[in-house]
């Protein structure tokens, strides 16, 4: 269960830290399954660098991956001739979006009750884990990711998504930790969102954002194990890890599952909304 004082936080700043939910054994764990996970991973599978329709092709592999694990590369792993420039273990920008359903490693560490608990406290009545991420954010080439709400992603209505996102390595400023605006959650309406468009296996944003910009957030630096848990219109981004450390994390989204989920999320699962996570728990 969540402290009042972890309450208060997340109901004042829309995110805070539980230090230390994961311990050391299930983060390594956690980290083998997703280096065999990613060892398997037949590169040739995935002819995005190879077809003339590479962009067609990239859009369909990863709108078919809300209900598969599928293995996503850094932006920058390639050099021009689309070799991969180092190891593909060290390539790889992160694993999506349904590990926590058909891996059986990573859903025993997913649908743990105390993971339901902290559900519980910050307001779920009902939770939903509607997606998951291994993010590797690699050592040199970890590439940035631009100032967004997640809300915009899986999108509710109401609006129900929180991100639980747990450190497999320690996440400081050096390997490019998250950042957020505190109170964001609350400052800022969301009004974009992220669709598919299922004839043409497209995806569009409609709506704007504010123009955030990093150096105006703050830091959220933690531990390996800890867990940030953010409501779904906290704002938060994080830098290019141009460090030479990796900055593993594993991030659960949850949506309620009374709310209402659009057909034209850009994330579509098969059946969707079926699996409470009260029902999961093992
Ligand atoms: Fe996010």
């Known amino acids: 269960m969540l402290s009042e004082k972890n309450k208060s936080k997340y109901k004042k700043d829309g995110y805070t830290v539980i230090p230390q939910y994961a311990s050391a054994s299930q983060i390594e764990i956690l980290r083998a399954e997703a280096e065999r996970i990613i060892d398997d991973f037949d590169m040739r599978s995935v002819s995005i660098f190879t077809t003339d329709n590479q962009t067609d092709f990239a859009d369909q592999y990863f709108l078919e991956s809300g209900d598969k694990i599928r293995c996503f590369f850094e932006e920058n792993a390639f050099d021009d001739k689309q070799h991969l420039i180092t190891d ?6 992160k694993i999506g979006h349904a590990l926590h359903d058909l891996n059986p490693v990573f859903k025993a560490f997913s649908y743990q009750r105390k993971l339901y608990d902290l559900a519980l ?10 997606q998951s991420m291994y993010i590797c954010k690699q050592p040199g080439i970890g590439g940035a990711v631009h100032a967004h709400q997640d809300s915009t992603f899986l999108y509710t209505e109401p609006k129900s998504c929180a991100g639980f996102w747990v450190a497999l390595e320690d996440a400081s400023i050096e390997n490019a930790c998250l950042w957020g605006i505190p109170g964001s959650h609350t400052q800022y309406k969301n009004d974009r969102r992220y669709l598919r468009n299922n004839d043409a296996y497209k995806t569009e944003f409609t709506g704007e954002w504010e123009n955030w910009n990093i150096e105006d957030m703050m830091p959220i630096e933690v531990k390996a194990g800890d ?9 938060h981004a994080s830098k290019e890890n141009l460090s030479a450390k990796s900055r593993h994390a594993y991030v659960m989204h949850l949506i309620e599952a009374d709310a209402y989920y659009p057909k034209d999320n850009w994330l579509q699962r098969d059946p969707i909304n079926t699996q409470s996570i009260k029902d999961c728990i093992t």
């Open 227 to 235: 867990m940030v848990i953010f409501d779904g219109n906290f704002v």
């Open 88 to 93: 593909k273990k060290l390539s790889i920008n």
């Open 121 to 130: 406290s910050v307001g779920y009545v009902n939770p939903l884990m509607i």
